[in-house]
């Protein structure tokens, strides 16, 4: 079984990741989208973000750092654009970023073991994950995974070397 311990670990690597990834784009190229790549890296951190904001509520009883239009503009389903003028500044999305990784581990310091095996009660989440330990699994390693691979592959497609 997972432990609280091992999600921290994930979130502190794919922490790291992030960093390295996004370290030395410059700030003007964050909401780029070469060659038909969709998610830019102003997206994917804003999108984290959000997303992980879902766990943090299920964490500590429905609290949330992200305001309405935050989650509007980097929910799942949100489209991203090149216009850099509907995004916040690169140090804020990466302060955004940092913020909830932080307030996660917090929260999962304070867990108790029981919160994997309890059953998802989010009425749009049950089909695809039926107890709080498969979505904290999917949201904290698998889901962060799979965009810092969209990141790196920005990174490429942008003419940036792979970090």
């Given amino acids: 079984m997972i432990s609280t311990k091992q999600l921290i670990e994930e979130l502190q690597l794919n922490e790291r990741l992030a960093m390295g990834l996004i370290d030395t784009i410059p700030a003007e190229r964050f909401t780029e989208q070469p060659m038909g790549i969709r998610n830019h890296p102003a997206w994917i951190l804003g999108h984290l973000r959000v997303s992980e904001n879902t766990v943090y509520g299920l964490l500590t009883g429905g609290k949330s750092v992200c305001s309405e239009e935050e989650i509007a503009k980097f929910k799942v389903g949100s489209e991203p654009i090149a216009d850099a003028s509907m995004y916040p500044e690169k140090t804020e999305l990466v302060e955004g970023y940092l913020e909830m990784h932080r307030l996660l581990i917090g929260a999962l310091e304070d867990a108790l073991p029981e919160v994997f095996t309890k059953k998802m009660d989010v009425e749009r ?36 070397a792979s970090e």
């Fill in 125 to 160: 989440l049950i089909s695809r994950f039926p107890t709080y330990g498969m979505f904290l699994v999917h949201v904290l390693a698998g889901h962060e995974g799979y965009h810092l691979g969209q990141l790196s592959t920005w990174r490429r497609v942008a003419g940036l």
